[in-house]
């Protein structure tokens, strides 16, 4: 039986300073799961309101968190406080930077945990787009198949390295439907970072491949809703970061053996776009 969701529209977009661009708009994706959708920089955000214990998905970058703050409470009507757990996707600033506000546990992938208890400017990035990363916590530790039992919704923990050593997804095994982070998209490959790997992207997407999904919510862009369209999404990004794969060995193994070093980024960006 089809839940059909009720239409969703919030009374007022708030906005703040960062770039110029809006903070979030916020959309009910699901009964009781909420998307803060961010406009320009940053990730979006997800809330799941279960009956045991209420979840956000990311935090966002911080110059937003006014707007969410506000939207949380004026249309969701939850507090600060009422959030019960926070699961960060992977350690970048975009995701974590919020985490500052919130006294609740915190929890990441092990891999992002380090980076991100040792304020890790390398990977992290908070000094380039002038954010403090400094003396932020995690309280939890994920590993992969770890499963989160939030009373009317379970969150399995889905190792998923590549744009970063520490990236999970979040997998709902009843109903079929994915929190993506960085890893899967609408119509487009994440970046690799210093910390992540094309090989390792390649097997994170191809055990993605394995899952039976009916959607996926990425933490930029729009949202993929049909398993078929998943699957191709899924597909299609196998195959581009293969030949992206290749396109980048075959350029090392062109070059003279001395000046065969990588960048230390591999796509050696001069403006990264997370």
């Given at each position: 039986m089809n839940v059909k969701?009720?239409?969703?529209q919030p009374k007022l977009i708030k906005?703040?300073?960062?770039?110029?661009k809006e903070g979030y708009i916020l959309n009910l994706i699901k009964p009781n799961v909420y998307q803060f959708y961010s406009l320009g920089a940053g990730c979006h955000v997800?809330?799941?309101i279960g009956d045991d214990l209420n979840v956000l998905i990311d935090t966002g970058i911080i110059s937003k968190f006014d707007s969410?703050?506000?939207?949380?409470t004026t249309e969701i009507g939850l507090k600060i406080e009422d959030i019960d757990l926070v699961i960060n996707t992977h350690e970048h600033f975009d995701h974590i930077s919020s985490n500052a506000y919130f006294h609740c546990t915190i929890a990441a992938h092990r891999w992002a945990a380090v980076k991100i208890k040792n304020s890790d400017e390398l990977i992290t990035k908070g000094k380039k787009w002038g954010i403090d990363l400094t003396d932020l916590r995690v309280n939890i530790?994920?590993?992969?198949r770890n499963i989160i039992d939030l009373g009317n919704t379970f969150l399995k923990i889905v190792e998923t390295p590549g744009h970063t050593s520490g990236c999970i997804c979040l997998y709902e095994p009843y109903h079929n439907y994915l929190f993506s982070g960085d890893t899967l998209f609408r119509g487009a490959t994440s970046n690799i970072y210093e910390s992540g790997s094309l090989s390792?992207?390649?097997?994170s997407l191809q055990i993605l491949n394995t899952l039976k999904i009916h959607s996926f919510y990425p933490s930029?862009?729009?949202p993929v809703l049909g398993e078929e369209l998943v699957k191709e999404?899924?597909?299609n990004s196998i195959i581009n970061a293969k030949m992206e794969l290749e396109a980048f060995v075959n350029r090392i193994k062109s070059k003279p053996l001395k000046g065969a070093r990588p960048p230390p980024s591999l796509y050696n960006r001069e403006e990264e776009d997370l």
């Open positions: 969701t009720p239409f969703f906005k703040d300073d960062m770039y110029g997800y809330l799941i969410f703050n506000y939207l949380l530790w994920l590993e992969d390792e992207y390649i097997d930029h862009g729009n999404e899924l597909e």
